[in-house]
């Protein structure tokens, strides 16, 4: 198998993998407002959200704050940070993702890296405001 149809292959398992994955994601605002909040995945689903859910995450961060924290809160698998390494993107991602895990974080990072039993306890608390992303890297 050549280079190319061996990187072609790669490609469409990690679309398969992540056909679960938002289209968009929708602020933390605008789906409290919602009478069913949900997003549309790349598949053409809709991935819907618990108002539970989206409460404790509207009582971990100010007000203000709602209309820049984007969900579903996307977590990449990364190796290269070692074995059963997840990587959290965005300020206020981090922000309730470091609250909800009980992660001190000094000032504000853009990500967070965290491992298989810290994975399992978020999604365990908040599965329906995550969402697992499988890296091309990985495969």
């Not at 053409?44 to 961060?61: I, N, Q, Y």
């Amino acid at each position: 198998m050549s280079n190319d149809a061996l990187e072609d292959l790669v490609k469409d398992m990690e679309k398969v993998l992540n056909k679960q994955l938002p289209k968009t994601k929708r602020s933390l605002s605008e789906l409290l407002k919602m009478g069913h909040p949900h997003v549309i995945c790349r598949d053409g689903s809709a991935h819907s959200f618990k108002s539970r859910e989206l409460e404790t995450l509207s009582s971990l961060l100010p007000t203000e704050s709602w209309d820049k924290l984007m969900l579903p809160i996307v977590i990449t698998s990364n190796a290269k940070y070692g074995e059963g390494a997840s990587i959290v993107s965005g300020e206020y991602e981090v922000q309730v993702t470091a609250k909800v895990l009980n992660i001190e974080i000094e000032e504000p990072k853009k990500t967070l890296i965290i491992y298989r039993p810290q994975l399992v306890e978020l999604r365990r608390r908040l599965r329906t405001v995550t969402q697992v992303a499988v890296e091309q890297s990985q495969l």
